[in-house]
Nanobody
Framework: QVQLVESGGGLVQAGGSLRLSCAAS????????MGWFRQAPGKEREFVAA????????YLADSVKGRFTISMGNAKNTVYLQMNSLQPADSALYYC???????????????????WGQGTQVTVSS
């Protein structure tokens, strides 16, 4: 059983920053890719960012390029999403997810992800 726990969400004013964290536990796997998705009320879950196991390959949605950065912790079981210049349109429930297949490339395809966290709420006020 894999558990993914997100943290770091909250309420912030437009132009502000937040850093989300996601810690994986419960099963040892290696060389996996991880990603962040978000879902606003009434909308489909959408891709935000993804990173490969080594952290050298990242993939970001066009809507967040230049504002968000994804990184992986030294232990390779934690992924971070640094969000700067936040806008009200960024308000959503943010989920992290993991691809357990080894040596996976970062991907926007949510069907490739095997486990998901419960989400952390990000609200950006105007």
């Amino acid at each position: 059983q894999v558990q993914l726990v997100e943290s770091g969400g909250g309420l912030v004013q437009a132009g502000g920053s937040l850093r989300l964290s996601c810690a994986a536990s419960g099963r040892t796997f290696s060389r996996h890719a991880m990603g962040w998705f978000r879902q606003a009320p009434g909308k489909e879950r959408e891709f935000v960012a993804a990173i490969n196991w080594g952290g050298g390959n990242t993939y970001l949605a066009d809507s967040v390029k230049g504002r968000f950065t994804i990184s992986m912790g030294n232990a390779k079981n934690t992924v971070y999403l640094q969000m700067n210049s936040l806008q009200p349109a960024d308000s959503a429930l943010y989920y992290c997810a993991v691809v357990t297949r080894p040596y996976s490339d970062p991907t926007y395809d949510r069907t490739s992800y095997d486990y998901w966290g419960q989400g952390t709420q990000v609200t950006v006020s105007s």
